[in-house]
């Protein structure tokens, strides 16, 4: 009896003391976790703070780096509806929805050095259309002013550009009537903001109806007679990758003076047997003084159409392209389809070949973590949907053979 005892309280002691050390070591761990995410944090902040300033110097060379429309790491400022589904109610929600996007969005670039930006053509969803008869402008005008002098106040460049609908070299007279109404929301857009001309609107020639020249006069002629001077001083044209080349553009602008912003995608797709940068200084001698050019930056992804855009960046390319550009000032617009990842790549380029400074020291590899969180979060909201879309599909097929059951049952009753 003494012995076992004296044998549970060794064993007791014993299992005491293994615990004691396992605690020591586990709080030893947890600590040292603890310590190595700090220093993470701390890292990612100071690496933060390093972009930041880069994209400052950056600016100051001549240039401003952003991406259209929305950010996947936040939110997407364009929500829209079916039209069929439309209400006021709904029109206003969506509407209010986008705007607090959008805001979102700008704090977001403030933090990371992307002082451009195209704001969505979907920000007010039905805004030209004959269904909407509230006055949104007027409606939202306090948020409006409020985005717009955070804009101001941060130094924003702001573009905007219609999608392919927009035609206003059409050859039927509803399609450009809508074509003007649509340009005429835009505008009202970034006038209700309080934004000057520096804020452009961009959109392609248009259709070629089976004649580049006429369809090109029909451009002008549409231009000067039907479009306001406020669209008209807001207004670019941008040369395409299939129909309408930078020499195209050149010739519209002989004839209305219309800025022309540079694709360099769209260049390499179709040309004149320009160089990049021979086009690109045509391009840039259209904008009147004291306007920064534009231009839109993307390579091609590869095993898709000719013009497809990349999903990613491709940083041989990128560095090439900045280093070959170097001279010239000119804000870029990275249509790159993971958006705000890409640009966060792109600014430490641009700081190493930008600015000649021996204080600037910014390694684009310390950037990728960022990226990669976002793939990585981005994969696991997919695959939630997958695992929702198959629960869906399941209930769906166990819901189908219930019927099927039911009407055994029924045919069982009947007969």
Known sequence: MKVSRRSQRVTKVITETISKKLQTKKTKTKSIKIEKQELIINSNEENLSILRNAAKLVHLTGMKIGYPCLCTSLCTPSHTFRLANYTNEKFLEITNQNLICLQKILEYNIQYGFYFFRISSQ?????SHSICKIDWAKYFSST????????KDHDFRISMHPDQFCLINAKDGNIINRSIAELNYHCRLLDEMNLDSNAKIQIHVGGLYGDKKASMDRFIEQYKTKLSDSV????????????????????IHEHTRIPILF??????????GETMIEAMKQCFATWPYG????IDYATQQKGKRLGAHADHIDEKHFELFIRETCDLQFDIMLEIKDKEQSAI??????????VHDQTINIDPANYRYIYENTQRLQDEINERKRKRAEKKQLNKATNEDDDDDDDDEDYKAKH
């Not at 920000?123 to 805004?127: C, E, I, N, Q």
């Not at 409006?144 to 804009?151: A, E, F, H, N, S």
């Not at 694709?263 to 004149?272: F, G, I, W």
């Not at 306007?291 to 534009?294: D, L």
């Open 345 to 354: 790549i792109a600014v430490p380029y641009a700081a190493r070949e930008r």
């Open 263 to 272: 694709d360099n995608l769209h260049h390499a797709c179709l040309n004149n």
């Open 291 to 294: 306007q920064r050019p534009m």
């Open 144 to 151: 409006l002013r409020q985005i717009g002098q955070y804009i």
């Open 123 to 127: 920000t007010v969803p039905f805004a």
């Open 232 to 251: 008209r001083r807001r207004l670019v044209i941008e040369n395409d990758d299939r129909l309408f080349s930078v020499k195209d553009c050149l010739y």
